[in-house]
């Protein structure tokens, strides 16, 4: 019988330079990167300024969790929720001009079927195929 290794502490990231992972560090320079941008760009009050806000929201990106997942992933999921509606409604004139389009699209001046009526006793009975999972066959009545 072969023995197989299974990976475990999946979830770990790498360490790059001591604690800090790849993404932390990626994130690290992405700040620095503009960081030097505002640097060539502003007056040195107004970089200090920018330079705290960016390193703040760098740290925040590269060290937060929210209930155990990465503010990162946080973040994207605020923003795909935000631009999804918070209440979905039905709309059944909608659903129902769209049959009735459909169906006049495939007719062939054939009369539509009728509806088959059926009676309450009927309807119990089917009911009761249901709910017994058709162990009980239900009375025929023609």
Not at 14 to 32: D, E, S, Y
Not at 43 to 53: A, E
Not at 60 to 88: E, W, Y
Not at 111 to 126: F, G, H, I, T, V
């Amino acid at each position: 019988m072969q023995r197989f290794v299974v990976p475990q502490f999946i979830n770990v990231e790498n360490k790059v330079i001591g604690p800090i992972t790849v993404r932390q560090f990626l994130i690290f320079v992405g700040a620095a990167i503009i960081l030097a941008i505002l640097y060539a760009i502003l007056f040195f009050t107004y970089f200090v300024i920018f330079g705290v806000i960016v390193v703040g929201i760098a740290a925040v990106f590269a060290f937060a969790k929210v209930n155990g997942t990465q503010f990162h992933n946080f973040f994207l999921n605020i923003i795909q929720t935000s631009k999804k509606p918070g209440k979905r409604v039905w709309n059944n004139r909608a659903l129902s001009v769209e049959l009735k389009t459909v169906k006049n699209i495939k007719s062939d001046d054939k009369e539509p079927p009728q509806k088959k009526l059926y009676r309450r006793s009927r309807l119990a009975d089917l009911s009761l195929v249901v709910d017994t999972k058709g162990r009980y066959r239900g009375q025929k009545n023609n």
